[in-house]
């Protein structure tokens, strides 16, 4: 039977080629690594997000009076709602973590040279959509800890004159956090970003396919240097092919994935829900300690410090410029870090400056 | 390229420095305060009874009053006293209502604007009729205080109040009467706060405990033992049905956590299995 | 090659079982609660209840109260107090709803007259049928 349906695709779709050029002959570099998996366990991470959104939009209401109600029904009073909840909180916390530990791979292994500056630039858009995702996100249970969040950071844009304020009344459809900004919050989580992620994730996936996968500096003898005056995909003839040795390690780590999720869910179900996120939201009434969500606390602590909030922001600015076009500033040919000790001291200040501004944020 | 934009970055940011003294206000009102931070009400009540001026005794009443539970249910000055606690000018007059501190005789009302369960229960009372008689008889503040006033509980009844006016064996009898009420209330606060710190939201439960709680303890106010004997039936019957609520969410809570801990495994599992297979393919 | 076939096989299980460890959660989830809320209805003469006076029902476990009003024809609302739960009493005199815990006042409408109540009671659906009164 199933060989009556495989001819019946194959004489319409070309199955077996298909199958033979994306799967058995899609070849990875020897030296690849289990690290090279996270870009994979992001997207299934997204999927996730995606499907238990789809879920918790079924009996979600996106309205003031009846948004904390409707999660709260959710999760006493709808089967299995708490299951679906879970997943999605849990989710988009580990989703950026995911995230996270690509970009630091891929940075690590210097996977972002020419000719692979414009996936870079899609990679970077994309954590700027995840981390909107999780911003808007963020509002819709309206909780007090949602509301005030969520009124910190819609008040950040008013540092930069003339045009601040005019962007954070776009932001929040007002003066102040209320319906409106509910409402549009909303529908971009909903309707306008998931678009723009696919499209991004497509854009980034293409350019993975077309140019290649890129192998790591270590492991093997120095590739040949480049200058890239032309296009040639980059292909590996004597590399294992994708199946089933690379998907067996995509699998391990999307169960691995899996568990973490479902270890948090058992253990620390409230993790991440401080008692400021189970009461609902009270515009009159000011918590005591207002903190956005741990993937900005390192941003918002390095605002809080500095004095001149207008320079706050332009900093920030000019720091997620650096990041977005970094392959435009590292040039050098060299891929292996082990050999750029400078770059190397760089990366390291950078990222345990970001960990301890994550951390001194949090009190 | 590099350059075009580093340059471009410098030029942004270097105004930035300038704009620091965008405007004189704008940089004190906004750009030096917190991001975020309390909505501060003004009132001219605490201002001025917080002073030095202030004789020490009226100095006090801001503090003891920031320590009661009315001050955590932002009941202010006003709300009591009257007046009006925007404009210091006229914060005191009789137009803005206001009404000064009680005589003994009039506590009772004073408290009573708010309290109307109460009063109506008091005023039938022993306690109520003794205070309309002589003027003297325990008032509210007698037994709760002034300012600091907290929230009520079964060691109000003591042998050093009840015992100024009576001997003590008449209160003591009232706080048996009231003591397995008042222990099943302590067990199901106890049973509420287990339920937030399990993150559930809670607020129908604590409703459902404040309202039998707060009627319970208004009936006290009658001072009339065998009417809360009578009823000790009726509120024990309700907190029981509060307390089974409770028990049923935790035990909801339980069969969750089960589930998710067997989809743990599944993970794990298929984890090592995987990592298993791969191993075995490609030793 | 036996090892191979075990850890296979293995796998297949345990993802079948995962796949229908969501499943059913996914068809409860999504399947209407069967026969709707406990009692649906709750019905009253209207006898029962004079121009003026009031009735305490309690309807799906919600202590409330029926209102026949002069002039303005009948209504159901909560009498839990929306301020922290007590339930309100009907003052015939003053033609209000009035809360002995904090004297939360409501109208005949269950509108916020004054107190600390912040949002009005809410109210029950009714319908008369004939000389009965039908709550839900």
Sequence with gaps: MWERLNNWLEVRIGVDDLIRSQVSEYRVPKNINIFYTFGFVAAVGYLIQVLSGIMLLIYYVPHPDHAFRSVQDIMLKVPYGWLFRQMHVMGSNLMIAAIGLHMLTVFVMGNYKRPRELTWIGGALLLFVTIAFGFSGYLLPWTQLSYWATTVVTSIPTAVPVVGDFVARILRGGDQVTGATLSRFFAFHVSILPPLFLLLAGFHLFLVKRIGISATPFGLPAEEKRPWTEYHKKSHVDGYPYYPRFFQMDMLMVMVYLAVMFFLITFLPNIFFPADATIPADPFKTPVSVRPEWYLLAQYQLLKIIPNKFLGVIIQLALFAVFLLWPFFDTEKEKNIMKRPMLRVLFLFAFILWVILMFWGRS | MRRLVLSVLIVVVLPSFAAGGYKEDFAREFLSKTWVGERIEENACIDCHSSEQMKPAFQEIPDEWRKSWHAQNNISCSDCHGGDPKDPSVSMTHQRGFVGTPSARQVPEFCGKCHIGILKNYQESGHGKSLRASGKGPHCVVCHGSHNIQRANIEIINEQRCGKCHSYDRAMVMKQALFLVEKKIGVIEDGVRALRRAGVYSAEQERALFNTEVEFRTLFHTVDVSLVNQRTGDFTRKLAVLEKDIQDIFAELRSRRNFSAFLLLLFGGMAVLIYLLHRTDHQ | ?136
């Design chain 3, 1 to 136: 090659m036996k090892r191979r076939s075990f850890l296979k096989l293995a796998l297949a299980f345990l993802g079948t079982t995962s796949l229908a460890a969501f499943v059913y959660p996914i068809f409860r989830y999504l399947a209407p609660s069967a026969g709707g809320e406990r009692s649906n209805t709750l019905s009253i003469a209207k006898r029962d209840i004079p121009l003026g006076e009031a009735k305490e029902i309690v309807f799906n476990n919600i202590p409330a109260v029926v209102l026949n009003r002069p002039g303005k024809g009948l209504i159901a609302v909560s009498r839990v107090c929306t301020h922290l739960g007590c339930l309100v009493q009907y003052d015939r005199e003053n033609k209000r709803l009035l809360c002995p815990c904090h004297a939360g006042v409501y109208d005949l409408e269950g509108n916020i007259v004054s107190g600390p109540p912040p949002k009005p009671l809410p109210k029950l659906p009714l319908r008369v049928e004939g000389e009965t009164i039908v709550i839900g």
